[in-house]
T-cell receptor
Framework: NAGVMQNPRHLVRRRGQEARLRCSPM?????VYWYRQLPEEGLKFMVY????????ESGMPKERFSAEFPKEGPSILRIQQVVRGDSAAYFC?????????????FGQGTRLTVV | EDQVTQSPEALRLQEGESSSLNCSYT??????LFWYRQDPGKGPEFLFT???AGEEKEKERLKATLTKKESFLHITAPKPEDSATYLC????????????FGQGTRLTINP
């Protein structure tokens, strides 16, 4: 039973480029959560999605960031026109519909470096 | 606003030297307090969930306890493989599905 899969594991982008981070939840999980871990800081909530719905995006920066979780395929976190301050580790977690975040499992993360 | 503070930031122990990590929290109605372990370059690995004051949970050399204001992660006779960053997080009534994490305690066990 594969865990939460995130890819790529490492991503380097130049300032102004777009970054696309993918998250495939565990089998049977339809809830996805994205968190960001800035250097020397704790994990911060970004967005909570269910299939085809954004439930809570209160932690997402207002500009340049977007997330989706289509009916088919992985969840995507998209960062447009990246800046140095976007360099961080981005973690995805998934859970079953009746368990939510109390029984969520995290992926290994995508480490984004903006140069 | 829900807040979590972990102490110490870093802790270095000798193998077999027991100690405790602290997680102090303020939350608008606690729905759950979570402990995770995070190894370098990896994602958080779930350890425990505690739901009410007085609750305790154990797993191998780890034991988590909870009061109304703080949680402790007790490590008994640790081994080098217990070296990791330990993260504490809370889920509050007003937080919907948002975990609020502390900054973690970086634990090093020397052989």
């Amino acid at each position: 039973n594969a865990g939460v899969m995130q890819n790529p594991r490492h991503l380097v982008r130049r300032r102004g480029q777009e970054a696309r981070l993918r998250c495939s939840p565990m089998k049977g999980h339809s809830h996805v959560y994205w968190y960001r871990q800035l250097p020397e800081e704790g994990l911060k909530f970004m967005v909570y999605l269910q299939k085809e719905n954004i439930i809570d995006e209160s932690g997402m920066p207002k500009e340049r960031f977007s997330a989706e979780f289509p009916k088919e395929g992985p969840s995507i976190l998209r960062i447009q026109q990246v800046v140095r301050g976007d360099s961080a580790a981005y973690f995805c977690a998934s859970s079953r519909p009746n368990r939510a975040i109390t029984e969520a499992f995290f992926g290994q993360g995508t480490r984004l470096t903006v140069v | 606003e829900d807040q979590v503070t972990q102490s110490p930031e870093a802790l270095r122990l000798q193998e077999g030297e027991s100690s405790s990590l602290n997680c102090s929290y303020t939350v608008s109605g606690l729905r759950g307090l979570f402990w995770y372990r995070q190894d370098p370059g990896k994602g958080p690995e779930f350890l425990f969930t505690l739901y009410s004051a007085g609750e305790e949970k154990e797993k191998e050399r780890l034991k988590a306890t909870l009061t109304k204001k703080e949680s402790f992660l007790h490590i008994t006779a640790p081994k080098p493989e217990d070296s990791a960053t330990y993260l504490c997080a809370v889920l509050g009534i007003q937080g919907a599905q948002k975990l609020v994490f502390g900054q973690g305690t970086r634990l090093t066990i020397n052989p």
